[in-house]
Every structure is written in C-alpha cells, then in structure tokens.
C-alpha cells in the first residue's frame, strides 16, 4: 500500500472516490442552489454546506461502488485503482462506500425534495454500476442523468427548482454523455473481454468518436438557448463562449484522430471546459 499511496500522491481511499469528480459535483450543487435561490442564499451558509458537503460523499460513495463492480475490469483498464492494485480491498471499498452513503443521506434531509433526489441519484448510480454500464449509450446516459441531477440537487436544497436549472441540467447532461461515450473508447480492451457493450466495443472507435462528437455539439448549440430565454448575461456569454470553443477544438481533434490516446486527452479536457461552463452558470446570478 505504501508504494501505491507514493506513486499516486494521495491516499488510497482518497484516490478511491476521485476527489476531482467528487468537487466537481459539489460545485454543481452550490451553482444550483446559487442560481435556484440568487445572490441571497449566500447568506444563508447552513443551507449551502450540508449540499456541498452530501453531494461530495454521495459522489464519493458512487465512485467507490463503480470501482467494486469494475474490479475485473480495471484490473486490465486500470490496474493502478486501489482495488486492483491490492492497496484497498473489496469488502473495505464497500464499507467505505456505505460510510459516505450514510453521511450524504443525514445531510440531505435539508427538505423533503433534496432527500428525494439524492435517494434517486444514488439508486439510479447503483443500478448503472451493477448492470447498466453493459447496455452501452444507455448506461452513459444512466450516469450523465446523475450529473445532470446534481443541478436538482443543488434548487432542492433552497427548495426551489427554477426552469433554468432545468435548461443547465439538459446541457450537463449533454456535455457528459459525450464524456461518458469517449471513455469507452479508453477501456476497450477490458470491457471487450468482460461483455460490456459500450459503443466503443460494439460498433468500433470512429463510431463512438462520432456519437460522442454529436452530443459534445449538441450542448455547444444550446448554449445560446439561455440567451434566448431572457437568463444570461454579458459574463454568460463570454465563459461560454471559452466552454464552446474548448469543446468544438475537443470535437475537430477526435475526428481528427480517432484513437484511445486521443480519447484519453479529451476525457481530461471535457472537465475543464465542463468546468468553465459551470462558471458561465454561475455568472448568469451577477449583473
């Protein structure tokens, strides 16, 4: 474990979780909440922090159960995983993911509806772990409706869904699917021996790259959708416009070259531009 924990930089039950893709989740809460309940519910910080904090433990759980269902897989996908690598054992990932479980569901009796949906995200992670991620396009959107939920979660916790949340979930939604069909394109190797059916294995490289390339612009083309509605603003326009370009030069470079090397690259640059668009969100709150 030692030598495992110092190639990585982080603990093993850290790196379990991806702490990245846990804050991210977070973020998209407090944005949620920020756009669902404006400027005010910033003063309102007891409403805030349990959100932020129970969608980083819900993630974290979820993260920790994908990685007990895909231990034979990433055994050959990623061998460095804590659970492959001998550095976490099973049992102990689950025990750890029923810890956080237990955290984030306290944390979401904020209202009725933010336990709802945290219950319902959480169900629907679970099912996609345990047998969703082998039906292919259906369990990548099986985990993009989650990210998408995060945005719910976010107006649940101020009890208030607004209609623009629903629009930012949809383009969330969008966005990480494509995500999600590009990562399948990464682990072809140890879905392909263990039947999972994403597009990648089914169909082959350039028509995932393709599928995916699809839904990274059809979020691009709606971006202006909250433009038309009457909710974005000049900082709305300029931060999408970054997340825009950032996805179009994404797309032209998978087409380009349609290769899990390729595919690897844009995995990690779809969170940054996925990043910035939340900060456009955000902005649509300011004048």
């Not at 804590?82 to 009796?109: E, M, N, R, V």
């Not at 979930?169 to 999600?180: I, M």
């Not at 399948?184 to 994403?198: L, S, Y």
């Not at 709606?222 to 370009?245: E, H, K, M, Q, S």
């Amino acid at each position: 474990m030692n030598s495992f924990t110092r190639d990585q930089g982080m603990h093993p039950l850290l790196h379990l979780i991806r702490p990245v893709n846990c804050l991210m989740a977070s973020i998209a809460v407090f944005i949620g909440s920020f756009i669902a309940g404006g400027r005010a519910i910033l003063l309102h910080p007891w409403l805030l922090i349990p959100g932020f904090i129970a969608s980083f433990t819900l993630a974290g759980a979820a993260m920790a159960i994908n990685d007990y269902y895909d231990r034979e897989i990433d055994a050959i996908n990623r061998p460095e995983r804590p659970i492959p690598s001998g550095a976490i054992k099973p049992k102990t990932a689950l025990t750890y993911a029923s810890t956080l479980i237990l955290i984030g569901i306290l944390l979401s009796i904020v209202t009725p509806l933010s336990l709802i949906v945290a219950l319902t995200a959480l169900l629907i992670f679970t099912v996609y772990s345990a047998k969703g991620k082998r039906y292919g396009l259906i369990g990548n959107l099986m985990v993009s409706f989650c990210v998408a939920l995060t945005f719910i979660y976010g107006g649940a916790v101020v009890n208030k869904v607004p209609f623009t949340l629903l629009v930012f979930a949809l383009l969330a939604l969008l966005a990480n699917t494509g995500r999600e069909v590009v990562k399948g394109v990464i682990d072809i190797p140890g879905d392909r021996k263990w039947g999972i059916q994403t597009l990648a294995v089914k169909h082959g490289v350039n028509v995932a790259v393709k599928v995916a390339s699809a839904f990274y612009l059809a979020a691009v083309a709606l971006t202006p959708l909250p433009l038309l509605l009457g909710f974005a603003n000049t900082w709305y326009i300029l931060l999408v416009i970054i997340a825009d370009i950032g996805f179009l030069h994404l797309v032209f470079t998978l087409l380009l070259n349609p290769s899990p090397r390729q595919a690897k690259r844009a995995k990690g640059y779809s969170l940054v531009w996925m990043l910035v668009g939340l900060i456009a969100f955000a902005s649509t709150q300011f004048p």
